[in-house]
């Protein structure tokens, strides 16, 4: 599974160390309006969860990651993000933006913040009524 990350900030770097942990995702892009240096520095030596073991570097656009490019792009406007282009399947939205993530070619959207746009699962309580075409 592919995946894009809006933002890379701390719910960003998490969702991104644990798919260089798996072998079944790969963080494919990601948005954030930081400085490509510093966010790849912050990325590397994260205050939450310690230094990442591996190389990591800002090049060309993009974090990469023990070899593995992650495109950064870095646009105010969501809409304005190509996230198909990019190759990902998902993209996981901690910002609140998950509708215009979709208007931006984003295939499916999952999200850890809370929306307005979007039903709100919970196991146990109302997760059987998911529905597994809904896009958000």
């Not at 499916?108 to 597994?132: C, E, P, Q, Y």
């Amino acid at each position: 599974v592919k995946v894009g990350i809006s933002t890379f900030g701390c719910i960003g770097y998490l969702v991104t160390r644990t798919a260089f942990n798996c072998n079944k995702v790969d963080a494919v892009a990601a948005k954030d309006t930081t400085d490509l240096n510093y966010m790849t520095y912050m990325f590397q030596y994260d205050s939450t969860h310690g230094k990442l073991k591996g190389t990591v570097k800002a090049e060309n656009r993009k974090t990469v990651i023990n070899a593995k490019p992650i495109s950064i792009f870095q646009e105010q406007d969501p809409t304005n993000i190509k996230w198909g282009d990019a190759g990902t399947e998902y993209t996981g939205d901690s910002t609140g933006e998950d509708s215009a993530l979709l208007e931006a070619g984003a295939k499916r959207v999952t999200i850890s913040a809370h929306s307005t746009d979007a039903l709100l699962f919970l196991m146990g309580v109302n997760h059987d009524k998911f529905d597994s075409s809904l896009k958000i």
